[in-house]
């Protein structure tokens, strides 16, 4: 029983083979690729993240990372700009990482072929210059590049209504490449210290308070970040001084929907970074 079984499984194996002589596969896949002071780059994957305020492209290969954040959903060409914010269109920012170092896109532009999963790319980071830049997205996600989404609920009076995550409302060590784009910052270690560090009530309606235990010398900068990486509010140099720091936040465009609010903090040893999710509530939440 078992040479006939075998008799007949030997000629399947002729006609894979002969199926696969008379559709042979490609020598080379379209993939993303760019070129640096003479350097060829290849990207082994690209995605695109598709968000309700527009775009994140995260591109990697043998050694390098490459995110650009795009200013809205429905634009096919984009500018570099210093800042991008909520309102920006048709704008885009960069950063690469070659190595352990990181670049910040200071001029160039993106431009879409949205219906052929293509692009091209020129973009200068400083003196490093990205040319003939070609885009192939292998696959493309529904979804944000970070989750903001995982809150740690908090009353109005600092009582916790929920689990707390833990990378929340912390000084943080690790931070995701594209993160780096908020602060502007290419050190490749970040300090960490214990620090005191909250954001009440979580949900919001219309007021936050926020507590970091300063000392009187201390000073931090406050960003509003939307899911595309994009800064809806800023401020800057503010003085906590170990006291609630409350920030009127209400927007309807805000409503229901999620943010990170990361913070800086400038102290005469180091600066220190961090971040905590929040969610702006579609009805008030106290009297």
């Known amino acids: 029983m078992r040479n006939i ?54 591109s990697f290969g043998d050694n390098f990372q490459i995110y650009i954040v795009l200013s809205d959903v429905f634009s096919t060409s984009f500018e570099i700009t210093d800042t991008l914010t909520g309102a920006s269109e048709k704008k885009a920012r960069s950063i690469l990482k070659i190595g352990n170092e990181y670049h910040f896109s200071t001029a160039g532009s993106i431009a879409l072929d949205n219906s052929n999963k293509t692009g091209a790319l020129e973009i200068s980071f400083g003196n490093t210059h990205i040319k003939d830049g ?39 060590s690790d931070y995701h490449a594209i993160e780096r784009l908020i602060f502007n910052e290419p050190s490749e270690t970040f300090q960490t210290k214990e620090m005191h560090i909250a954001g009440f009530p979580n949900p919001f ?39 609630n720091i409350a920030h009127l936040l209400n927007n309807p465009d805000y409503t229901g929907l999620y943010y990170r609010l990361y913070y800086r903090i400038y102290s005469e040893d180091a600066n220190y970074y961090g971040s905590g999710d929040l969610k702006f509530s579609s009805t008030p939440i106290y009297n």
Not at 137 to 154: A, E, K, L, V
């Open 5 to 58: 079984l075998l008799i007949l499984f030997i000629p399947k194996l002729f006609a894979l083979a002969s199926c696969e002589q008379d559709n042979p596969k490609p020598d080379t896949i379209i993939k993303t690729n760019f070129s640096i002071e003479g350097k060829e780059y290849l990207a082994t994957h690209t995605n695109i993240y598709l968000t309700n305020y527009g775009k994140v492209i995260e």
């Open 134 to 172: 070609s885009l192939q997205f292998d696959s493309i996600m529904n979804r944000p590049i970070i989750d903001f989404t995982r809150i740690s609920g908090i009353d109005i009076i600092g009582e916790p209504t929920s689990i707390k995550d833990t990378n929340d409302w912390i000084i943080r």
């Open 205 to 243: 309606y219309y007021d936050l308070f926020l507590y970091f235990d300063l000392s009187q010398d201390e000073q931090l900068d406050l960003f509003l970040v939307n899911e595309n990486f994009e800064i809806e509010k800023e401020f800057l140099r503010v003085q906590a001084q170990a006291n």
